[in-house]
């Protein structure tokens, strides 16, 4: 079949704009069939660049002109020309004011980027490339421009009225129209440009600065809404002080904002002063919420209020510098979070995400730096790469930095660069600077793909008491990169005695030993070796202590050696590592082996995890240690993912856990019981998630009266954390075991919370994910109900995307339905929201993963996708990397 293949771009092409925009001042007539768009823009040949041909182009799409006019001359059509993706206006001046007159269609936009309809309100998405679906300019951001912006709309549908910056005035014309004029002052580029309109109600609040400036806060919701705004409203309070307190960094307008919407592709976006956020975001009550839930609501709302400095006022030359923005926000919003709960807990959790989500990516076709070298879809590079890994390599430089110098570093930063459009290369360079060390070798990071292995092997030598340790690094190659060069890697290690205590790491050469504890040392060969002295007997290495860099480790382990680890290491990231691998290692082989049975080592050291359950004890800890590896987490182990043996061995544990251990899991139980008063205390979050490990665990091997508390649970509806992870049990256990007991409790759900679309989401979720045979035929079946509808992308997450990412079962069943439906919905999707459609590919991206037959059925559904006319480039880049 005959195709254009869309243009690839490349870094190594970047060249600054020709033109610049100081000023634009924009005017909307907003309406949700028709949006009218005046923009009068201030433009300038830029010095700093090679002059072209003397026209000016300007991006835009799906718009309509009407007028376009060069100081004050309306233009003939001679002097312009119209094209798909720009308006090209001939022979300009070197400095001149563009006016523009456009009509765009907010209620046909679905695919969400641009002005479009969400509900009753208008809302915009302009990250990374929409500004140009809403009028026409030089849409990317190194072009930093002075918006003010006049909004008119009938006063009635859409009383509140909002823009990025300080509000500067507000009138009621005589038709009925409202006008609202909004002023920012800070130069920004167009992706953080944004609008909204709508009948919304405000939950407001105020924030002193650091300064002594007061910052009124509001969070506009539906006017249903104003009773779940309280945690997102806390989370904000919280992220404005540590970001005053740890990077020395106030907020700059008069006003912020912050809205939720129930249409939205991402999770939320940074607009200056006007953060946009998928409801899910933003909207929990206990009743509603659950822990992940306030967690993610937490991180999100400091994710974007930290973009206020780093992404606004400071933020991106192109959008391969991406992760400047992202890595380092990700970055700051983690330490936040682990400010506000358990640090140790929050590292497992980021980490099990990290090797849940970046490393695949990172072994597959889709792999690319941190800093990619190319791209056909921008919007396809918003990956865990970008921002997990990226914050990854943040994270080592602020290790390597330590705290003082890292803060003279980021200080510097924001000084220097203030009001720019930079490189990941320059944040480097200012943490080179402040630190005072060398980041040559360190850049690697940026620019190589893949996850670098370490092979770790050990000796020591019984007369002289030296240990050595030898690390060969390895990063495999990757699509478009094969040759890989070593990195520099901080590796923390510990020695453990006998008894389990940290010993003194004392290098050779060295004549003090230094205190008992974590050493942190640099890798830089492809192969080093340490030798460490002073030691009486072999010690037990603790090795990439608190996941010191995101690396692969592997080193020969005994059974015994992992268990004694799990127990004793004084690094808590390393005792919850060391259970994930003595699990993982037993969990595959249950899956080589179907008839072995548990082994009984390992349910007991179960046991004595479960036995360090008592008043001091982390729960949270306790329940990342209890909790098995994902199916998809085993599969990633394997050389050809076992889809169906994974399932098994996974329940064969899980059940056996639940027998052999019922005692001391009732004990749980007992002990964790919610108290009276429900609160989100990291203690409280603890207890409930140890609990409801517990009763997983129960519920594997159930007898009525475990089903009786399973129900109670449920029933007793006092909060969501606990709701669901009843619901879930119920609905997965056997109806051998629980009757119907599974299906009373989704009708009762469903009748309770129909009419809350964020709550019903979880309801669609949790049938997608279940490992009952008819879960296809099921979720199909739910295609049809009257709440699913492909136009919101948190609905098509909850039902198509769980299915597809969260039922690898059932996904992969070896008649290939589960690839044939996935294919359908995205074909469906993509000509209404690309990116979505784009997202969805994911599992399909790694077919090479599984067995020949699967192989082939994967296959020839990305082919059929490939086949069809009129593909997205989202979709198009996606599917044609995965074949190629
Ligand atoms: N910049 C947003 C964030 O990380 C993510 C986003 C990207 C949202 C593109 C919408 C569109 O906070
Ligand atoms: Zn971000």
């Not at 394997?638 to 856990?657: K, N, P, S």
């Amino acid at each position: 079949m005959y195709r254009t293949t869309p243009p690839v771009i490349h870094l190594k092409d970047y060249r600054p704009p020709e033109f610049l925009i100081d000023r634009a001042a924009l005017h909307f007539d907003l309406g949700l069939e028709e949006t009218a768009v005046h923009a009068e823009l201030d433009l300038r040949r830029n010095p700093a660049a090679k002059r072209g041909d003397g026209d000016l182009y300007l991006d835009g799409e799906h718009l309509e002109l009407l007028e376009v006019a060069l100081d004050d001359r309306t233009l003939p059509p001679a002097e312009y020309e119209i094209r798909e993706d720009a308006l090209v206006v001939h022979r300009v001046p070197d400095r001149f004011r563009l006016r523009t007159r456009v009509l765009i269609r907010p209620a046909d936009n679905t695919a969400l980027e641009g002005l479009y309809v969400s509900g009753d309100m208008l809302c915009t998405q302009c990250e990374a490339e929409g500004f140009r679906r809403i009028t026409y300019f030089i849409d990317r951001p190194d072009v930093m421009t002075r918006f003010s912006v006049a909004l008119a709309a009938d006063a009635e549908r859409f009383p509140v009225l909002l823009a990025n910056g300080n509000p500067v005035g507000e009138e009621t014309l005589e038709d009925g129209r409202k006008v609202a004029r909004w002023d920012d002052p800070f130069p920004k580029p167009s992706y953080l440009f944004a609008v909204v309109a709508g009948d919304l109600a405000a939950v407001s609040d105020r924030f002193t600065t650091l300064s002594g400036r007061e910052v009124p806060l509001n969070i506009y919701v539906e006017p249903e809404n104003t009773d779940k705004c309280d945690h997102a409203m806390r989370s904000l309070k919280a992220a404005m002080r540590w970001d005053e307190e740890r990077y020395g960094r106030e907020y700059d307008l008069d006003v912020f904002n912050i809205v939720a919407v129930s249409h939205f592709n991402m999770g939320a976006m940074e607009n200056k002063g006007l953060n946009v956020f998928n409801a899910k975001y933003i909207l929990a009550r206990p009743d509603t919420a659950t822990d992940m839930d306030f967690a993610g609501i937490e991180g999100v709302v400091a994710h974007e209020y930290f973009h206020n400095w780093t992404g606004n006022r400071i933020t991106c030359r192109d959008w391969f510098q991406l992760s400047l923005k992202e890595g380092f926000t990700v970055y700051r919003d983690q330490e936040f979070s682990a400010d506000q709960s358990s640090r140790g807990v929050k590292r497992i959790e980021d980490v099990r995400m990290l090797r849940a989500r970046q490393f695949p990516e990172d072994a597959g076709p889709m792999a690319h730096p941190v800093r990619p070298d190319s791209y056909i879809e921008i919007n396809n590079f918003y990956t865990a790469t970008v921002y997990e890994k990226g914050a990854e390599v943040v994270r080592m430089q602020a290790n390597l930095l330590g705290p003082e110098r890292f803060r003279k570093g980021t200080d510097l930063y924001f000084e220097r660069f203030d009001g720019q459009a930079v490189t990941t290369e320059d944040f480097v360079r200012c943490m080179e600077e402040a630190g005072d060390i060398d980041l040559s070798q360190f850049r690697r990071w940026y620019a190589q793909a893949g996850t670098p292995v370490l092979e770790c092997a050990d000796s020591f030598d019984a007369h002289t008491g030296a240990y050595t340790l030898e690390i060969r690094q390895h990063t495999p190659t990757t699509p478009g990169q094969s040759t890989k060069l070593p990195l520099q890697i901080p590796f923390a290690v510990g020695l453990l005695d006998a008894a389990g205590a940290d010993l003194p790491v004392q290098l050779d050469g060295e004549t003090e030993a230094p205190a008992p504890g974590t050493r942190m040392l640099a890798l830089r060969e492809a192969v080093e070796r340490f030798t460490f002295v002073g030691l009486d007997a072999e010690p037990v290495p603790s090795l990439l202590r608190g996941f010191s860099a995101p690396v692969i480790v592997r080193y020969p382990y005994t059974d015994a050696q992992l268990t004694f680890l799990m127990a004793h290491d004084s690094d808590g990231f390393n005792r919850w590592d060391a259970a994930q691998s003595l699990s993982v290692r037993l969990l595959l082989e249950l899956v080589a082996e179907s008839d072995k049975p548990v082994p009984e080592a390992y349910i007991e050291a179960v046991g004595r995890a479960l036995k360090q359950d008592d008043a001091d004890a982390d729960q949270a800890l306790l329940a990342e240690v209890l909790t098995l590896p994902s199916e998809s987490y085993l599969g990633d182990q394997m050389t050809v993912v076992d889809v169906d043996g994974i399932h098994r061995a996974r329940e064969q544990l899980a059940a056996a856990i639940g027998e052999q251990l019922r005692d001391a899991l009732l004990g749980v139980l007992e002990r964790n019981q919610e108290p009276v008063e429900y609160d989100l205390s990291p203690a409280a979050m603890g207890r409930r998630a140890l609990r409801n490990a517990a009763l997983g665990y129960l519920m594997r091997a159930p007898t009525p009266d475990i089903v009786e508390r399973c129900r109670a649970q449920f029933e007793a509806g006092h909060n969501m954390t606990d709701v669901i992870a009843a619901l879930r049990c119920l609905v997965d256990a056997d109806p051998e075991h629980v009757g119907d007991a599974g299906e009373q409790a989704l009708t009762a759900f469903y009748q309770r919370w129909a009419e809350d679309p964020l709550v019903l989401d979880k309801w669609f979720g949790l049938q997608a994910q279940s490992s009952r045979p008819d879960t296809l035929e099921r979720v199909e079946g739910l295609l049809e109900h009257p709440k699913f509808t492909l136009t919101n992308p948190n609905r098509v997450r909850a039902l198509i995307g769980a299915f597809a990412v969260g039922n690898p079962l059932r996904f992969h069943a070896v008649d290939g339905a589960g690839y044939r439906f996935l294919a359908d919905r995205i074909l469906e999707l993509d000509p209404l929201n690309p990116q979505i459609a784009s997202r969805l590919l994911y599992p399909m991206t790694r077919w090479r993963r599984y067995d020949e037959i699967r192989q082939a059925l994967i296959r020839a559904q990305l082919e059929r996708i490939l086949e069809v006319e009129g593909l997205s480039n989202d979709v198009y880049e996606v599917v044609s990397k995965s074949l190629g």
